[in-house]
């Protein structure tokens, strides 16, 4: 009687570069490894029934990746993802921008299958390099049937995590990366993908960008007395949007509402927390600078999520030529709920 075969799992990778590929140059860490030589070694600890395809890309530090990089990636990334021979992805990075372009793949794709990000903290000729042992759990958990329809994934340090949620935290510790608001969603334990919480927050939005425009938009940290004036030359410098990383749960000095009032005639203009967790209010404190000072000017909250990706999802919908409504829309699917 002949034995049925169990079909592989075929995790496509791409490899763009960061610490993960990086060795020491003359002086520091430079780029130097690109995919293949990533996964050197590491197919036997996959075990027989996964395979893998690998996309070749010069590696770059991920400072140096933008917003058109990212929407080609997941242009190719979707139209690959449709192969019903593919199960699902894993984009390896550098981890700097890691909270940014996750969230910005998650905007983008509009896939049920698993697509993982992850990165390392040392080089890979460290004495303990940690890309090897990421690239492995962030292969199992792409190839893991539990975790299709999460949305995009960031992987690290055997930890799962949203991409609408997870931050970097430390410069250069393991465990850099936490999610504040709501947790991890698993972990790799024995080598086994377990999840015990889910993004209740996780709505697919699929943003699809009209052209190869890249919106300029402003990210404005609020300090105390903080004047204004950065923030009154933006029309003029040509952006189309602003994120302000507001104090507390979404305040301003009073002088400055006048003036993000006016710029709400020009722009989109978001509202963030500068806290790294919670939500922005929007019924709470009503004295002038508050919360409820600002948007009746037309100002956006942006819920949980923190400038990096309200940035991100302002960026994203102005490029798919979204409206006042339409972005207002997005950011409330992050209000919880």
């Not at 169990?6 to 060795?23: C, D, H």
């Not at 990212?70 to 894993?90: H, Q, T, W, Y």
């Not at 903080?226 to 749960?249: C, F, N, T």
Request: hydrophobic share 45%; glycine share 10%.
């Amino acid at each position: 009687m002949q034995t049925s075969v169990k079909q592989r799992k075929l995790i496509l990778i791409e490899a763009l570069g960061g610490t993960i590929s990086m060795v020491s140059g003359k002086q520091g860490l430079v780029p130097a490894l690109a995919g293949e030589k990533l996964l050197d070694g590491i197919s036997p600890c996959l075990g027989s029934d996964i395979k893998t395809s690998v996309s070749n890309r010069i590696p770059i530090a991920s400072p140096n990746l933008t917003f058109t990089l990212i929407r080609e990636l997941a242009a190719s990334l979707a139209k690959n993802l449709e192969n019903p021979d593919v199960f699902g992805a894993v984009v390896i990075q550098g981890t700097d921008t890691i909270e940014e372009t996750s969230f910005l793949l998650n905007l983008l794709l509009d896939t049920d299958k698993p697509v993982v990000v992850t990165g390392a903290m040392h080089g890979a000729n460290a004495v303990s390099p940690d890309g090897p042992a990421n690239i492995i759990a962030s292969i199992r958990v792409a190839s893991d049937p539990a975790s299709k329809n999460r949305g995009v994934l960031v992987v690290m340090n055997h930890e799962i995590h949203s991409a609408a949620r997870v931050v970097k935290a430390s410069t250069s510790q393991l465990d850099a990366f936490c999610s504040p608001n709501g947790g991890l969603l698993g972990i790799l334990s024995e080598g086994d993908v377990r999840y015990f919480n889910i993004d209740a927050g996780y709505t697919k939005i699929a943003l699809v960008p009209a052209t190869a425009r890249e919106p300029e938009i402003a990210l404005m940290k609020i300090g105390l007395s903080d004047s204004g004036k950065s923030l009154q030359a933006l029309p003029r410098l040509g952006y189309e949007g602003l994120v302000i990383e507001a104090m507390g749960a979404g305040h301003v000095p009073a002088g400055l509402v006048p003036i993000i009032a006016e710029l709400r005639q020009h722009m989109p203009v978001v509202l963030s927390s500068r806290t790294g967790s919670g939500f922005v209010h929007r019924k709470t404190y009503s004295y002038p600078g508050a919360e409820m000072d600002l948007i009746p000017h037309g100002v956006i909250t942006s819920g949980h999520l923190n400038a990096l990706k309200a940035r991100m999802l302002l960026m994203a919908a102005v490029a798919s030529n979204c409206d006042s409504r339409k972005i207002e829309a997005a950011f409330r699917l992050f209000e919880g709920r």
